[in-house]
Each structure stands twice: as structure tokens, then as C-alpha cells.
């Protein structure tokens, strides 16, 4: 009984565990939620968050700047502003990211404003970026050029 217990507690631990998959999916969710936010321009233009997550740099460093969205995002005063559904879905997915990523994320906000319109531009590119880094690796996994024969 112990036994099955114990493989039945291994099972469980390797089942659900993350994956490069589970990492791929909520890159893609991220970026279709953000897709569907700026499709109505006038939504999010008086919505104004501070400006600390930078676009380039979250493209040319590892994924630590979607600790800076998460920590943006879920300090919106959801009294002050009626908050989209999808900021929320947002936000849960970019826990869910940063858990793949753990940072001891240090969020120095200045008194600059952006619009939020303009922050869920600049992660949804970086999403992208990361999302496509990810399916050119999935690839590399079906497809190994070494066992392809070379004339």
C-alpha cells in the first residue's frame, strides 16, 4: 500500500510539473489577451500606469522585466479605473510566467506615467519576442539538421 501510495505521489509531482509547453501556451494567451485589449483604441487612453518596464530591454535580457508588468499591472487601483477583464487574465498569466522565472524583482517605479495602452504594446512585443525564441527551439526538437543526408 505504501508502495502505490509513493508511485502514486511520483506520478502526481512529475505530472504537474511545468513545461517548456506549459511556458509556451501562456506566452500565447498573453499575447492574444493583449491583441484583444488594443483592438478598441479609445478603451485604454485615459488609463494611465507608471512607466517602468522597457521593451528593448526586456527583449534583449532574460524575462525578469514581466516580473516589472506583473507588479504594474496588479497595482492598478481597480477603484480609480474600471479594469478591464482581460488586464486581470493578464496579470494571472504573468504570475503564472514568472513562476517559470523566479527574480527577486525589485520594481523602482519613477513618477513617470505612460499610458496603458502603451505598456500592453510594449509586453505584447516582448511576449511575441520570447514566444517565437520558444517555437524556433520546439522546432529544433522535431526537425535536427545533423540527421538530414547530406549530398
Not at 104 to 123: A, G, M, Y
Request: a neutral charge.
Amino acid at each position: 500500500m505504501k508502495t502505490v501510495a509513493l508511485l502514486f505521489f511520483a506520478f502526481v509531482l512529475v505530472y504537474t510539473a511545468p513545461t517548456q509547453n506549459d511556458e509556451y501556451h501562456i506566452l500565447r494567451n498573453i499575447i492574444n489577451n493583449v491583441s484583444k485589449l488594443l483592438e478598441d483604441p479609445e478603451k485604454l487612453s485615459d488609463i494611465m500606469v507608471p512607466s517602468g518596464f522597457d521593451k528593448s530591454h526586456c527583449i534583449s535580457t532574460g524575462p525578469e522585466d514581466f516580473c516589472i508588468a506583473e507588479e504594474i499591472l496588479s497595482k492598478m487601483n481597480s477603484t480609480k479605473y474600471v479594469i478591464p477583464e482581460n488586464i486581470l487574465k493578464i496579470d494571472r498569466l504573468l504570475i503564472q510566467y514568472n513562476k517559470f522565472h523566479p527574480t527577486n524583482c525589485t520594481v523602482t517605479l519613477n513618477k513617470d506615467e505612460e499610458q496603458l495602452r502603451d505598456l500592453l504594446k510594449d509586453l505584447g512585443c516582448c511576449a511575441q519576442f520570447k514566444y517565437s525564441r520558444l517555437n524556433h527551439k520546439r522546432a529544433q526538437l522535431f526537425f535536427k539538421p545533423e540527421s538530414v543526408n547530406k549530398v
